[in-house]
């Protein structure tokens, strides 16, 4: 592909502030002159703002051309990862980032304190059209390994619950680890630096806000649609397309439901209670938190059970999993016949949940009078209490984007798009998605490793 941009106003920017290459196209290359001159001050890592004013030169090719082995679209998990690991094994490497500061994402994650990784991520925990694309980079870059590199940076941790590693302290932790280890890899970092476009015409040449730059390989790491406050974007998947790879369909998942009616003014009724359930919904369970919010649901049941939520479906909660209700709600009429329902459930449930629900959907009477029909239609409620979602709250409140750019276009193996060399994608931007838990930053980890061991 030729580049079809002129030289305007991109030159003169480029001339003030930073970089870079190609003027007019990609040929035009051995002329041009791509020096880099850059303030670390730009960099606005909160632990590293002491690095101010040092500036960079790009190494000259020796064939009067300057540039970059790998160029890095998106400073996230995934895109500092893959950095590390290539300048690691000798590669000049640049990574861009259009917000303000590195790994955004992970500074919000866990709550504050990064839910890294987990220890039970298995590749069967993935989602995506080819469940087996995720095999074999999880495989060679594991739990363990994310494991090792936060103990060699003395970062404490914690299993909070069910195989999920959290900082003891915040997640900056993990932003600066990677930070260090870029910068011990002699990798090259700008902030505050959009990426427009990208070209290929034997070399990459990417358009940047900041003028050009040109490398021999690409690696798309701008992750998914979700919490586009945070900086994301669907670039890797305009790219992708771009270049003729496919992208599947694209929906935020983890994401809280929203109702509309009175499920509504139930739920805002609620808000800021969390309940213990089992949620169903597709012929997938999870055993998790319940959160009522002033819009819906969320919590970790929800947020998981989002991911398999299709338009239109009901979702089951089972409000006391492993409990007989029936069995016990019969014991309870044959002793304390006179007890209203209300006070048996009580002792089972939130006193504010039980005083809701047997104004809304429950006879509140005293269980004697109740009858086996009423009773059976009690435990339907309680244990496949059935709510319709109106929808979800988007993008703006996902914590994943479900689907991305198609594996089918991808090598497992190394993350480079089959039909255009040098061009990779990893991290979110792929379409391979896990539950909440660390997993998916373990999914950045390994998919931004095994791209590092190949650019
Ligand atoms: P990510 O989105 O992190 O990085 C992409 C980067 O590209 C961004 O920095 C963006 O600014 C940049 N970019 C985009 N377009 C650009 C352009 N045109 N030019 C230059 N730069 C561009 N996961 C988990 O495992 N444990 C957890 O605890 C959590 N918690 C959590 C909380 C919240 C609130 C959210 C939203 C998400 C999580 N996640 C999570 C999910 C996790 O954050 C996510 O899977 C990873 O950050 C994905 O990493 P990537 O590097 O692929 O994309």
Known sequence: MALPHPNNGVQRQASQRFVFGPPVSCRALSLSRATIDYK?????????????????????TGRGTEYYDVVVVGAGAAG???????????????????????????????????????????????????PYFCISALTRYT????????EKHRIVYHEKKLGQLFCNGASQEIVRMLFTECEMAGVTIKTSCKVISVHCDNVFSTHTNLGWVVSDKLVMATGGPSIPQMGSTRFSQEVASQFGLKVTTMRPGLVPFIFKGPDLEFCRRLAGLSIPCRVVCNGVSFDENLLFTHQGISGPAILQISSYWTEKKAIYVDLLPGLDLAAHLQ???????????????SSLLPRNFVRAMCETYLPNRTIST?????????????????????????????????????????SSKTMEAVLVAGLFF?????DVTGPLGGYNFQWAWASGYCAGQYV
């Open 80 to 130: 500092l990862m893959c950095a590390v690991e290539a300048g690691k094994r000798g590669r000049r490497v640049l990574v861009l980032e259009h917000a303000d500061r590195v790994g955004k994402k992970i500074l919000i994650s866990g709550g504050g304190r990064c839910n890294f990784t987990n220890l039970s991520a298995t590749p069967a925990d993935y989602r995506s059209e080819n």
């Open 426 to 430: 990893i991290g979110e931007a792929v």
């Open 143 to 150: 739990p363990q390994d994310f494991i090792d590199l936060v």
């Open 40 to 60: 670390m001050s730009n960099f606005a890592s909160p632990a590293h703002n002491r690095h101010t004013a040092r500036s960079y030169s790009l190494p000259s």
């Open 370 to 410: 109740l009858t086996i029909k009423e009773l059976d239609a009690i435990v339907d409620i309680l244990k496949a209490w059935t709510l319709t979602p109106s929808g979800t709250e988007g993008y703006r409140k996902a914590e994943v984007t479900l689907g991305g750019v198609d594996t089918t276009g991808l």
């Open 331 to 345: 014991e309870q009429k044959d002793y304390r016949p006179k007890a209203e329902l209300a006070t048996i459930l």
